[in-house]
């Protein structure tokens, strides 16, 4: 039998355990029980952080005070984890956005996660070196018709834009041209 997806829970709890929130809601005052309504309908789309819950629930006219009392309660009932939301979203980052480890951080704050959370699973710069050739082995094959100067000079500045470090981005570079100088 296949493992059970958190989406398959997140159904599961939607379909089945439907009397029973039910029951659990009428007993909740109505702005909580409406926060936490429609916090279950951000979570039926994608995962979120704790801090994108309250964004989430201020913007739609919610106290930060029940924002936290939600994600609380979220993250009590598993529905929310800052953590592995975390290394999924550092994933895609580095897979198909193709950003350098500045990048990722920024990334991850930007989408609600904790900076605390961040500099754990933020890394080396060793790690995102693949990420990088990666991307530079695509940009070449779109530059290619221009002189090696500005191949170089555009390369740099879109590693440097994408959070690389100058040291990652003069590795990833001679490997391409073959130098051992690499100006910025």
């Known amino acids: ?5 958190k989406s398959d829970a997140l159904a599961h709890a939607f379909v089945l355990g439907r009397i029973t929130r039910l029951r659990l809601l009428k007993s909740l005052n109505d702005d909580y029980r409406n926060a936490l309504q429609y916090a279950f309908l951000l979570l039926r789309y994608r995962d979120r952080s704790e801090g994108e819950i309250i964004q989430r629930l ?3 006219g919610f106290t930060e005070e029940t924002g936290k009392q939600i994600a609380n309660y979220l993250k009590e009932k598993g529905f ?3 953590a592995k939301f975390a290394e999924s979203l550092k994933k895609v980052a580095i897979e198909q956005k193709h950003l350098g480890r500045k990048g990722v951080v920024h990334y991850l704050l930007s989408r609600g996660i904790s900076r605390e959370i961040v500099d754990g699973i933020s890394g080396e710069d060793e790690e995102y ?5 990666t991307f530079v082995g695509g940009k070449v094959k779109q530059l290619r018709e221009l002189d090696t100067f500005t191949i170089r000079r555009r390369l740099w500045a879109a590693l440097a834009r994408k959070g690389y470090s ?4 003069g590795r990833v570079l001679r490997t391409y041209f073959d130098e051992e100088e690499i100006c910025q």
């Open 166 to 169: 100058p040291e990652i981005i």
């Open 80 to 82: 929310i984890d800052d």
């Open 58 to 60: 201020r913007r739609k």
């Open 129 to 133: 070196l693949e990420s990088a050739r």
């Open 1 to 5: 039998m296949p493992k059970p997806r």
